[in-house]
């Protein structure tokens, strides 16, 4: 799905060592340090292994998050913070101003499970974390509800497209095909809405992706709301159905084009040339000349002017955010642990800190390059 999904760039972050020297009085202290440094090298070297999968990636997360929840909450469970919150700065990218084809069931319920957690990840951020940041979060940055709602959106839909892709190989009613499609297209057009106000230099690539998968999914809609019209010997509202479908999938393949040329971070997906884009345009075209020809012999309706109105809700299919918490408290982190951290002296290695002036090094994401287009059969 290398190249049917956008992705903004990775997120790249500065070194950090936590070399607290002088402050950790204790080998106890000491050992917490060092495993943080090991967990978080492990965990940044897993987003560019292209070998890792969804298991390798929650181990490293949560060992790293509830070894480093340790600088962030009172142990006793108090509201008070605790007193290594403010002892390491951390420094990041922004990712916006700063392809798998053919694969197995297994893999599709991978993807679609992983997109659900993602979309959980993000809204317990928004909800529970980044309120509580010690620096505010600036405007049209990574962390500004604006952005956030749009990944947490983006991931539902996404998953959904899963779901849809699913549901057409193994051939189910036309009417929940044309249901989910419906819901995924007004996804993409909500995440687009919550971009609106950016600025269109920073989200204007990412916006053109969700236009266009907007309209993709609603040719789609269209499209099988035809077929379940066609099924209830409405042919003239049929017919009516599939122009709008070829309305919106012309729109589809101009906005691919206008996406492709649009500059701005990010990857470029290639949706346009993936058989699942291209298999839609012969359907419409197919059943679209199929109801033509059924009206010219058999019902001998008229043609609607008006295209029908999409009163579409699928009751099956529908993905909702996975509630997600962070892994409980490390247990080399004991009261004891916390105690044996000084702040009243200065670390006697003060290197770990970045340099106001430093660059953080963008992430080099491995290129996937796919071997066969099978349009995302799920076999």
């Not at 003239?236 to 309305?247: D, M, T």
């Not at 670390?347 to 994401?365: C, G, I, Q, S, Y």
Request: charged share 25%; proline share 6%.
């Amino acid at each position: 799905m290398t190249h049917w999904f956008h992705r903004n760039p990775l997120k790249a972050t500065a070194p950090v060592s936590f070399n607290f020297y002088g402050v950790a009085t204790t080998p106890a202290a000491t050992k917490v340090c060092n495993d943080l440094r090991l967990s978080r090298t492990r965990l940044l070297e897993l987003f560019t292994d292209s070998s890792c999968n969804p298991e390798m990636m929650k181990n490293a997360t949560d060992l790293y998050f509830s070894l480093l929840q340790g600088f962030i909450l009172s142990l006793d469970d108090s509201s008070q913070e605790c007193k290594l919150r403010y002892i390491q700065n951390f420094k990041w990218t922004d990712t916006l101003q700063g392809q798998v084809p053919s694969i197995t069931e297994d893999e599709a319920k991978d993807v679609h499970r992983s997109l659900k957690i993602a979309a959980g990840i993000f809204k317990h951020l928004k909800e529970s974390h980044i309120p509580k940041l010690i620096t505010p979060v600036e405007k049209g940055r990574d962390l500004e509800a604006r952005l956030i709602d749009s990944y947490i959106i983006q991931c539902q839909a996404e998953a959904q497209e899963v779901t849809i892709a699913r549901a057409i190989e193994l051939k189910h009613n036309p009417g929940l095909i044309a249901a989910l499609a419906y819901e995924t297209a007004n996804f993409y057009q909500k995440a687009d809405q919550t971009l609106s106000t950016l600025d269109p230099t920073y989200a204007g690539k990412w916006r053109k992706y969700l236009n266009l998968k907007t309209c993709f999914y609603m040719a789609y809609a269209y499209c099988y709301h035809g077929q379940t019209l066609l099924a209830s010997d409405k042919c003239g509202e049929a017919i009516r159905s599939l122009q709008e479908s070829e309305k919106f999938f012309a729109k589809a393949e101009a906005l691919c084009k206008e996406y492709g040329e649009t500059k701005g971070p990010g990857t470029t997906a290639k949706p346009s040339g993936h058989l699942f884009f291209r298999k839609l345009g012969s359907l419409i075209k197919n059943t679209l000349e199929k109801c033509q020809r059924e009206n010219g012999f058999i019902y001998f309706q008229k043609v609607p002017a008006e295209a029908p109105q999409l009163e579409l809700k699928a009751n099956y299919g529908l993905v909702e955010p996975v509630p997600f918490e962070f892994p409980a408290l490390n247990a080399h982190w004991t009261p004891e642990t916390l105690a044996a951290f000084d702040l009243t002296k200065r670390p006697k290695d003060d290197t770990a800190k970045p340099k106001p002036d430093e660059e953080v090094k963008p992430l080099k994401e491995p290129d996937i390059k796919p071997q066969k287009d099978t349009g995302c059969q799920i076999s």
